[in-house]
């Protein structure tokens, strides 16, 4: 049985998630993962030597030098080749979410459904939110869920870790303006004003009788779910 992967820790998330040659149009796309874009960014970006890249991100120099060539690969084959980069996915954490909030790759035909989630109910604070549940779903039925711990830490981080999983569906209860336009940069689908339990949610829009209000907002202003909190439409 293999030794699984152990975490790799990368610091942020990039602020660009794809390339594309300009005069290719459908071209084939390179899955580039986060692990894999640390790498190239320490080592030919910050300039790190291999063992300095290894301690950063918390792995053996071995482990760092395979990522390395891998990358660097992908990168060669792009240029040469007109093929277009996606970054996605990996074997890491951030550093300010906890490593609890890996998750594996997404396999192939699988879509991912994410729900904000608060004691079995989607939860109705996207930016204060602590858990999400993962929902991998194939043809039309649910194949595996998972709760993830993401500490909260607001509509920036937690837009960029629903990215990187590779999350393509999120629904939720109040948001705000500014986790809009976060979750509309990173091309993930949004699905607001749900309530109830989390799981239900997910069956009724897979079975297409979710519902749910497009228009509703969230407002947070100096406290948390009470006194100057008001979700709305």
């Given at each position: 049985m293999p030794r699984p992967k152990r975490c790799r820790?990368?610091?942020?998330?990039?602020?660009?998630?794809?390339?594309?040659p300009e005069d290719v149009k459908?071209?084939?796309?390179?899955?580039f993962k986060l692990d894999e874009y640390e790498t190239v960014r320490l080592i030919d970006y910050e300039k790190?030597?291999?063992?300095?890249?290894?301690?950063?991100?918390?792995?053996?120099?071995?482990?760092?030098?395979?990522?390395?060539?891998?990358?660097?690969?992908?990168?060669?084959?792009?240029?040469?080749?007109g093929k277009r980069i996606r970054i996605t996915g990996g074997s890491y954490c951030i550093d300010y979410i906890p490593a609890s909030?890996?998750?594996?790759?997404?396999?192939?035909n699988i879509m991912r459904i994410a729900v904000t989630y608060e004691k079995e109910m989607v939860g109705q604070h996207f930016?204060?939110?602590?858990?999400?549940?993962?929902?991998?779903?194939?043809?039309?039925?649910?194949?595996?869920?998972?709760?993830?711990?993401?500490?909260?830490?607001?509509?920036?981080?937690?837009?960029?870790?629903?990215r990187a999983a590779e999350v393509e569906t999120l629904i939720c209860g109040g948001i705000g303006a500014g986790a809009r336009n976060a979750l509309k940069e990173v091309g993930i689908k949004l699905l607001p004003g749900v309530t109830?339990?989390?799981?239900?949610?997910?069956?009724?829009?897979?079975?297409?009788?979710?519902?749910?209000?497009?228009?509703?907002?969230?407002?947070h202003h100096d406290h948390d779910h009470g006194e100057g909190h008001s979700c709305h439409h």
């Open positions: 820790r990368i610091c942020g998330y990039p602020s660009y998630w794809s390339f594309a459908n071209s084939e796309v390179i899955a790190m030597t291999q063992e300095e890249c290894a301690s950063a991100m918390g792995v053996s120099r071995a482990t760092i030098t395979s990522i390395y060539e891998k990358a660097r690969y992908k990168l060669a084959d792009a240029i040469v080749n909030a890996e998750i594996s790759e997404k396999g192939e930016g204060k939110t602590e858990e999400f549940k993962i929902y991998d779903v194939e043809n039309g039925e649910i194949k595996s869920s998972r709760v993830i711990d993401t500490n909260g830490n607001g509509h920036g981080a937690l837009a960029g870790f629903l109830g339990n989390a799981d239900e949610m997910v069956k009724n829009y897979l079975s297409g009788n979710l519902e749910y209000n497009p228009d509703i907002e969230c407002h």
